[in-house]
């Protein structure tokens, strides 16, 4: 008999790094469905200290896009679950457009973000578009139609973070994302605690943690996946 999969997905943000795979291990076995790995970038505009913090301390420690690339490939072979590196315009117009989505997808992952590229820009290239808060109705229907697989909704105007609670602005979002989209709501940005996580379940059909997720990491392994059985067991309920 087949295990039923959860009805709520959770999505789990780490760094590329020499120990992104044990890592990525130890959030897939505590709950996580989806790896969103991060492609460090020396000034990333959506992101706030901590994650700011790990994409440097990434970069000092050699992580160019290429090595980007062969973390994401031992991330494929760690676990089996959707990864989706999500980076910045920079790498691929310094990679190449073309050549960076397509090995990105030869390494293993099942999609991308690319957080600074609007909708209407690079309609090619196929990735998991973002909305907020300020988005309008028209923005919200042209990203849902055009995303790959899930839209992503950030709950707040600013970057990720770790915050005291779920930003008001979000409910109205998530109910008119849900109005004019089809396709699976995920939501992220400033989702911390399992508190936060089961609030926001509750209005879409993931949850995404990133900030806490690398602060709980850096503790270990086995510390992550506490973190992470806590957020399923939350999303669960």
Known sequence: MSEVEPAKKLVIYLMAGKEAPELAASAVAGGADTIELGFPFSDPLADGPVIRKAAEAALAAGMTTTACLDCLTEVRDAVDVPLVPMTYAALFEAYGWERLAHDIREAGAASMIVADVPIDVRPELTRVHLVAPTSTDERIALAGAATDGWLYLVTLTGTTGVRSGIAPAFTGLAE????????????????????????????????????????????GPAALHNYVASLRAAIDR
Request: a negative charge.
């Open 176 to 219: 008119r994302a849900r109005r004019l989209c089809t396709t699976p709501l995920y939501a992220g940005f400033g989702i911390s605690t399992p508190d936060h996580a089961r609030a926001a379940a509750e209005q879409v059909d993931g949850v995404i943690v990133g900030s806490q997720a690398l602060l709980v990491a850096e503790e």
